[in-house]
């Protein structure tokens, strides 16, 4: 590992992630306030990507053990990495054409959803599995390149937000399927530039993984047969709900609780930025001080108290303590973020990295998914028995609450030493069979 391998994989990282920024900062915004579509279907299109994560498990198994193009990792980042830059980019078209025509526009809606979500799954499982075996044996650069690449993601979500938020002001179709087309061309040229020659040639087979887990049932089993991934996998699922079942709905939240401007609900994602960003530059620090899980709870503790200010903003009609909220919600899935990235690729072993690697991706991504749909139902299901929408966000809010303080208690009974004993004894158990 070295400062040229950690920029390449920031901008790789920052290439796939700011593919999310306009879909979820803005497109949201206007298909549910403005264009009148159901919370629901809206929720149901951010998360259709995300139901497609189990495959990361099968591409990070698949690649540790088959390289392409003589290389195990670089491939799957570029080839994911513009699937998703080219997926992303047309979401906004097939928005417009369903508008016109529900049903055409709806079919074209889930093929480029779908496109998108395929190659953020495959472009994420491969980068983060590089980065762990880059990184192997040493901790100071793996916190290196964790720090980097995260604060880099943010500097860039921040930035790109602020420019959409700028381009579409005045708002028209033009000025936001040209934001949509700025995206795509960072994005393409910081995926192409970060993946030439990231990954070095293969020193050898020694190396790779040993698990013989070609078959994808295989490979799920090793995962589903480890108490202590079992147990990872719920915590992990049930944070990412918990602090990301607003994604969908903070923007229509800004525009139909407190009367915010398409414009000023697009540059909350840049309020949020700035206190996630603060906190990963202190993150580290602390991490080395407090500890991993300390800090991931102490971080859930004060992403519970933003949604708490949240609701209680709402109620007031106060947009600038509103505003004031979502920093502080940032701050909290800041910390949340770098502790459970850092305990993340702690929970693995070398010989099947992307193996482990893809599941705690399928982990991230289902949390996603299953936050962004349950959100969306119960906000429609709530507004439609109450007729009320300030409830309909309440109820959503207080059960993020609930989720977050859940998490920190689950927590608790998780540890990466009897993580890594039953990791490899489930690997020997498949060796031994495979040399039956």
């Known amino acids: 590992m070295n400062w040229r391998k950690v920029i390449q994989l920031a901008a790789i990282h920052v290439g796939v992630s700011i593919t999310v920024v306009p879909i979820t900062s803005t497109l949201n915004r206007v298909m549910i306030a403005d264009m009148g579509f159901s919370a629901l279907l809206v929720s149901f299109f951010i998360a259709l990507p995300y139901l497609l994560s189990p495959l990361q498990v099968v591409v990070g198994n698949w690649a540790d053990g088959h390289p392409l193009w003589g290389r195990y990792r670089s491939p799957w980042i570029v080839i994911g990495g513009l699937l998703a830059s080219f997926g992303g980019y047309f979401t906004v078209h097939a928005v417009y054409w369903m508008q016109a025509n529900f049903a055409a526009g709806l079919l074209f809606g889930m093929l480029v959803f779908m496109v998108w979500g395929l190659g953020v799954n495959m472009a994420s499982v491969s980068y983060l599995s590089l980065v762990s075996e880059l990184s192997e044996g040493q901790e ?67 190396h790779r993984r040993q698990h013989q887990a070609d078959n994808p049932l295989t490979a799920y089993q090793l995962l589903a047969q480890n108490p202590s991934a079992r147990r990872f996998f719920i915590y992990l699922v049930l944070v990412l709900i918990s602090i990301h079942a607003q994604d969908v709905l903070l923007e229509p939240f800004g525009a139909q ?43 859930a503790l004060i992403a519970a108290a933003a949604f708490l200010s949240i609701i209680v903003a709402g109620i007031g009609h106060m947009p600038t303590f509103f505003m004031s909220s979502v920093l502080l919600l940032g701050l909290g899935g800041g910390l949340m973020t770098v502790s459970n990235l850092s305990f993340m690729l702690d929970m693995t072993v070398p010989e099947a990295a992307g193996l482990y690697i893809g599941a705690w991706g399928v982990a991230n991504f289902a949390g996603q998914a299953v936050g962004n749909l349950a959100s969306g139902l119960l906000r429609t299901v709530v507004l439609n028995l109450t007729h009320n929408i300030m409830s309909s966000y309440v109820t959503v809010f207080g059960l993020e609450i609930a989720g977050l303080l859940l998490a920190v208690w689950l927590f608790q009974h998780i540890s990466v030493e009897q993580f890594q004993r039953d990791a490899e004894l489930r690997l020997q158990e498949v060796l031994e069979l495979a040399n039956l």
């Open 140 to 206: 100071k650069w793996r916190s290196i390149a964790i720090s980097t690449m995260w604060t880099a993601m943010i500097l860039s979500i921040i930035f790109v937000s602020l420019a959409v938020s700028y381009l579409v002001d005045p708002f028209s179709q033009d000025a936001l399927i040209g934001a949509f087309g700025l995206v795509w061309t960072i994005a393409t040229v910081l995926i192409l530039v970060g993946a030439a020659n990231v990954e070095g040639a293969p020193v050898g087979e020694h």
């Open 257 to 299: 609780a407190l009367q915010m401007s398409v414009s000023a609900t697009s540059r909350l994602t840049s309020i949020w930025g700035v206190g996630v960003l603060l906190t990963l530059l202190l993150g580290i620090g602390l991490i080395r001080r407090w500890g991993k899980k300390r800090c991931a709870n102490i971080g």
